[in-house]
């Protein structure tokens, strides 16, 4: 069998016929499919699942390369096409997940046949008819017809959401006076405009420098507010159709209301474990919380006499002052040792040797802007190509704004190749040690994704675990981002002299500093998360405030909206829980390696083929146990929040 090749992507100029013409042609071989699958069904219930595996696989693909090119083509007609594409995929799914004569095909497989079948594929079936379920197979007609038009309705809602978050980038001003205190290459990079003023836009590279070093309270206020105005007013109005649609989906298929619905199928369960999760964690936030922002508002009453709490718009900053002078770490400083070209390099070396991979550089390929970079991922001893990756690593205009690893190909042994693209916006020269964490992180994401697509089903394929699970690995690796030994082997400043150990010992106190009221901060979007799909509240502003006073350590910016922009309402709906889930299960898991040899080719090992490359093969909850021995707890964590 010869190996699958990658996807060959389109010229700049063709990509918008080429977006329609795969998508006319995928669609009508996915319908083509499931058309012989209910008029001549395979005599044995294996050759069912696999011809229902490849329709899926061939259908998700198409989802995934709309969703990634939606968010990351320079031409806007692109991303509309794209954008159609994921409505019709979508449709297709909705369609495809109600219709009765598939289901009976799978319902009506003999007995004697799924009694014999491999515990995958057992697996797999039991997904499938799960899928036709809670999709409202067994609803009558019109019931059916209504769910179909929900669907669809969600679709274009939840791309709406994206889309007006990403395009609503503002843009504050400042005169150079009011930036003292901004890093030497980020005033190089802002020059003053005709007016004798710098613009700042609300993307990362340019917005979080400015909340971290500007002395000027006005211009701290102004950059953060204008993040937390992205897409107010506009998206009120979607994100309030959004959940009343997503509640009335989960009534009419015999739930309770969307939460209980969504965690269905996730590790947690049910979604009334989930304000229960969120106070616990909440419960023992509660006193290092309040121990740090003891010392963060004791610092902020030295510039502002008689202030009773530490505003958003100055957090970060005196944040910043408190590392600097309580732990000796000044972030000007730490950013001059973690220019993006060498992090780049080093997270390649680091990934590479920890996984056992090596990543070959491909530069005869169309891609669709010059920042990207691609790499082939081999094992590092080996010839056969594993999977394909893309780096699309600065921001730009009509590009996605955050990070996030997209998929751009499932993969399938023998099949189809693995494609993973990460899409983030950080700076070309010198990076925050925080964006450095966040590239480690997202890489996780993308190295499960190559790892878990080696598997025989499209429907286990990279990250296909539990949806509360997906954070565990990518926040496990974000632990290598930290460790003085392996950030010496790339973090070095201009004169090539690697960063201190001592300095990476107060940067990682500096960090641990603040992670109760971090973790508080991380349940109130929990609750936004949970709250707003389980109550539907008429007005938004007024419950986001409510449960800012009740979660977050830092009040009410007046007249903000930051649900407007808050991303995760779209994908995460109302499990943004999972993050602090995941967290526990992550803390756990790097319980496993020893802090002096992180490299253990053991235990990494076992982790790289227990954990990532299975895929979604196995429940989570078994996949953590079969690595470490026995079932998850809570306690790492537990000891790692009040250290």
């Given at each position: 069998m010869s190996s699958p090749q990658p996807l060959a992507l389109p010229e700049t100029d063709a990509a918008e016929t080429w977006v329609k013409e795969r998508t006319s042609q995928t669609l009508a071989h996915v319908r083509e499919l499931a058309q012989q699958l209910r008029t001549a069904p395979p005599s044995r219930a294996i050759d069912v699942l696999k011809a229902w595996d490849q329709l899926s696989l061939e259908l998700g693909s198409l989802g995934g390369l709309a969703g990634l090119l939606a968010n990351v083509h320079p031409v806007e007609a692109v991303r509309t096409a794209c954008e159609d594409t994921e409505v019709e995929v979508d449709r297709v799914r909705t369609e495809?997940?109600?219709?009765?004569?598939?289901?009976?095909?799978?319902?009506?497989?003999?007995?004697?046949?799924?009694?014999?079948?491999?515990?995958?594929?057992?697996?797999?079936?039991?997904?499938?008819?799960?899928?036709?379920?809670?999709?409202?197979?067994?609803?009558?007609?019109?019931?059916?017809?209504?769910?179909?038009?929900?669907n669809e309705r969600l679709t274009e809602l939840n791309l709406e959401f994206s889309r007006v978050t990403r395009d609503d980038v503002r843009i504050t001003t400042a005169t150079p006076e009011q930036l003292d205190g901004m890093p030497a290459d980020w005033l190089e990079a802002h020059p003053v405009n005709d007016k004798g003023l710098v613009e700042i836009t609300t993307d990362y590279p340019d917005a979080l420098p400015i909340r971290m070093f500007a002395k000027d309270p006005a211009v701290r206020r102004a950059v953060t507010v204008a993040g937390l105005e992205r897409g107010w007013p506009h998206n009120d109005a979607v994100l309030k159709e959004m959940f009343a649609l997503r509640h009335e989906l989960a009534t009419l298929v015999g739930y309770e209301d969307?939460?209980?619905?969504?965690?269905?199928?996730?590790?947690?369960?049910?979604?009334?474990?989930?304000?229960?999760?969120?106070?616990?964690?909440?419960?023992?936030?509660?006193?290092?919380?309040?121990?740090?922002?003891?010392?963060?508002?004791?610092?902020?009453?030295?510039?502002?006499?008689?202030?009773?709490?530490?505003?958003?718009a100055d957090a970060l900053y005196y944040e910043e002052l408190v590392r600097q002078e309580k732990y000796d770490v000044d972030s000007q400083v730490v950013r001059t040792f973690f220019d993006f070209a060498k992090v780049h390099q080093g997270l390649l070396d680091v990934t590479g040797r920890l996984f056992g991979l090596r990543y070959e550089p491909v530069t005869d390929v169309v891609t669709w802007h010059e920042d990207v970079s691609v790499f082939d991922v081999f094992q590092q001893d080996g010839g056969e190509r594993l999977g394909r990756i893309y780096l699309d690593l600065h921001p730009r205009e009509g590009k996605y704004k955050h990070a996030a690893q997209f998929d751009l190909a499932t993969g399938v042994k023998g099949r189809q190749l693995p494609e993973g693209v990460l899409v983030c916006n950080f700076s070309r020269g010198l990076m925050e040690h925080d964006h450095v964490v966040t590239l480690f992180h997202e890489f996780g994401h993308l190295i499960h994704h190559v790892l878990g697509g080696q598997g025989e089903w499209a429907r286990f394929s990279g990250v296909a675990t539990e949806w509360d699970f997906v954070e565990a690995p990518s926040q496990m690796l974000e632990e290598w981002a930290w460790d003085a030994d392996v950030l010496q082997t790339f973090a070095t400043n201009?004169?090539?002299?690697?960063?201190?150990?001592?300095?990476?010992?107060?940067?990682?106190?500096?960090?641990?500093?603040?992670?109760?009221?971090?973790?508080?901060?991380?349940?109130?979007?929990?609750?936004?998360?949970?709250?707003?799909?389980?109550?539907?509240?008429?007005?938004?502003?007024?419950?986001?405030?409510?449960?800012?006073?009740?979660?977050?350590?830092y009040p009410y910016l007046d007249g903000t909206h930051f649900f407007a922009n808050f991303g995760h309402l779209g994908g995460y709906s109302s499990g943004y829980y999972t993050y602090m889930w995941s967290l526990v299960i992550a803390k756990d898991l790097f319980s496993a390696f020893d802090p002096d040899d992180l490299f253990d080719p053991e235990v990494a090992g076992r982790y790289r083929d227990l954990v990532l490359a299975r895929g979604g093969e196995k429940d989570a909850a078994d996949l953590v146990a079969d690595f470490l021995g026995r079932p998850y707890g809570f306690d790492a964590y537990a000891a790692w929040l009040v250290a």
């Open positions: 495809l997940t109600q219709d009765r004569t598939l289901y009976q095909v799978f319902a009506d497989l003999p007995a004697e046949q799924t009694e014999a079948l491999d515990p995958l594929a057992a697996r797999l079936l039991e997904k499938t008819l799960r899928d036709f379920t809670r999709a409202g197979v067994d609803r009558d007609d019109a019931t059916r017809a209504r769910l179909t038009e929900i969307w939460p209980a619905f969504d965690a269905e199928v996730k590790m947690i369960g049910e979604g009334r474990a989930i304000p229960e999760f969120i106070d616990k964690i909440a419960g023992a936030a509660e006193g290092p919380m309040k121990r740090d922002l003891e010392v963060l508002l004791d610092r902020y009453e030295r510039d502002v006499p008689g202030a009773s709490a530490v505003s958003a201009e004169t090539g002299e690697p960063i201190p150990a001592d300095l990476v010992a107060r940067m990682r106190a500096a960090d641990d500093f603040g992670k109760g009221y971090h973790a508080r901060q991380q349940m109130f979007y929990a609750a936004i998360s949970y709250w707003f799909h389980k109550e539907q509240p008429a007005d938004l502003t007024k419950r986001l405030q409510e449960l800012q006073a009740a979660y977050s350590p």
